[in-house]
């Protein structure tokens, strides 16, 4: 890899080669998982490239391409499985600046792959009232681009599901790695291609998402003695179809209290809790249904003194990811899962695998609606031991029924289906012939007879050596 050479060809655009810098930026939140922090810790890009407009992405693919350099696209690296890490090093293709909003109208906006989604939401709220319908918990730093190519969902799925689902992303513009790059339109079926392929076959360079109606989203947070009635209850609020909610996660004792330190003076020992965000129109029928269902009701910020909302978090950074978050800042030895309890057994699913655990996985829900049904995710809170004890957690939980996206591969397979997803190869093929876009992350290009049910980890060859 000539990076000189392509440092020449690059002049004029922005680049930094400084170690420190190169290594920060090379890196994600993949050190929440302590199986790819070994793994991964030392891998670093050799240099970073940002471009302003699709002009200057083009020229760096071109110029890549022509010296054989692999890129690996970044938003803003709060992915949480390694996916925008430069495993054979090369160039780290810095998004943050195409970062324009480019128009907005009733139900879409058009933006620049590398902008925040909190900056589109406000944006268009200002415009027309609208906002996204889906956000992850990193809402107020994460990339729209970042969140197609390697997210899935979050805060607003219990409304419209999965990133994926059909409708919730509307076009996506998308830059080939090839000796002339070409610009591709994707819509329909053919978003598929791309989303959640982590930058493995193409440059996302704009897109175009479906906005809903923006309300004011009221934080509330309902107590419970026993997690399965914080699990029930989040259930049967999720069903109210009268009720707008955007967020519905039960959390088991003792996680709040130990780790969502700002919230500790609403919280009883032992307590379970259901985090909400709730439309405020629909806050009394949101506080009726409650009562006759016997929530108490801990915290709600439209009646909490200025006192008592002093210095707390949204509700949503308590939420999906977050949680976590919030656990390994106090406990670096917490780890995680990533589980789906399927329609229509989800709440005898969960009651199984919370007791299945004591002591040491701990229950974190999602409601989500899919394909039409209330279910849940999960995002247990795992104290972690080894790694073999942590594949057999795994382990368990499929052979009950709960599939695992492993949060702890940094392939798109093993954390995801575990399985080809043919569509992504084959465009692939098309898109990036000499496979110098994010290599190591789709093993079925690496090795396409690779035996997923093998039980072993997939290890790319081409992952630099530590030291
Ligand atoms: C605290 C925390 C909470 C989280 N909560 C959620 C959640 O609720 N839901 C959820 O789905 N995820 C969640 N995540 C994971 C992550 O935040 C999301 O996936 C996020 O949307 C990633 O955005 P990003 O801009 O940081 O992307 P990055 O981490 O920079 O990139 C993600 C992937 O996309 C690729 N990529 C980036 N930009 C482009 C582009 N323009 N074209 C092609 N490929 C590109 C990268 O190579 C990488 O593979 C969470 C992570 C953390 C640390």
């Given at each position: ?15 930094d080669d400084n170690p420190a810098i190169v290594q920060q930026k ?77 128009s907005i109208a009733p139900g879409r906006v058009v933006t620049g ?355």
């Amino acid at each position: 890899m000539d990076v000189s050479a392509l440092k020449r060809d690059l002049e004029g655009l922005k680049i930094d080669d400084n170690p420190a810098i190169v290594q920060q930026k090379s890196r994600d939140f993949y050190w929440y998982s302590p199986v790819l922090k070994q793994q991964l810790d030392h891998v670093t890009g050799d240099l970073i490239v940002t471009p302003k407009t699709e002009a200057e992405l083009i020229r760096v693919l071109a110029a890549c391409h022509r010296h054989g350099v692999p890129v690996t696209p970044r938003g803003s690296g709060t992915g949480n499985y390694g996916q925008a890490m430069p495993l054979s090093g090369g160039v780290v293709l810095n998004l943050a600046e195409m970062n324009e909003i480019k128009s907005i109208a009733p139900g879409r906006v058009v933006t620049g792959p590398g902008a925040i989604l909190a900056d589109i939401d406000k944006a268009t709220r200002a415009h027309s009232g609208q906002e996204l319908r889906l956000s992850p918990s990193t809402y107020n730093t994460a990339s729209i681009g970042g969140f197609i190519a390697g997210g899935s969902g979050g805060v607003g799925s219990i409304n419209f599901g999965g990133l994926r689902d059909f409708g919730n992303v509307l076009r996506l513009r998308v830059v080939t790695m090839e000796a002339e790059p070409k610009a591709l339109e994707l819509t329909g079926e053919n978003l598929h291609k791309v989303t959640h392929a982590y930058g493995t076959n193409g440059i996302i360079s704009e897109v175009e998402m479906p906005l809903t109606a923006a309300y004011d989203w009221v934080d509330v947070i309902v107590g419970f003695d026993a997690f399965m009635d914080a699990a029930r209850y989040g259930n049967a609020l999720a069903c109210q179809d009268g009720i707008l909610t955007k967020l519905i996660t039960p959390i088991a004792a003792p996680v709040p209290q130990l780790y969502f330190k700002r919230h500790q003076k609403f919280l009883r020992e032992g307590q379970s809790i259901c985090v909400v965000m709730v439309a405020q129109h629909g806050l009394d029928a949101f506080l009726a249904f409650t009562r006759r269902v016997s929530g108490e009701v801990i915290y709600n910020a439209a009646t909490a003194t200025p006192d008592e909302k002093k210095g707390l978090p949204p509700a949503y950074e308590l939420a999906w990811n977050h949680t976590t978050l919030r656990a390994l800042r106090v406990d670096p030895s917490i780890t995680y899962l990533q589980s789906l309890y399927p329609f229509p057994n989800q709440l005898a699913l969960v009651e199984k695998m919370d007791a299945m655990f004591p002591g040491e996985v701990f229950s974190h829900l999602e409601f989500v609606r899919l394909d039409g049904n209330v279910t849940c995710f999960g995002l247990p809170l795992v104290k972690f031991t080894t790694e073999a004890r942590l594949d057999e957690i795994v382990r368990l939980h499929e052979e009950n029924g709960c599939p695992i996206f492993n949060p702890h591969r940094y392939t798109l397979e093993e954390g995801g289906m575990k399985q080809t997803d043919a569509v992504q190869l084959a465009f692939k093929r098309e898109t990036d012939p000499l496979g110098l876009l994010n290599p190591g992350k789709m093993i079925a290009w690496e090795n396409p007879d690779y035996d997923y049910r093998s039980g072993r980890t997939f290890l790319f060859k081409g992952l630099q050596k530590a030291g």
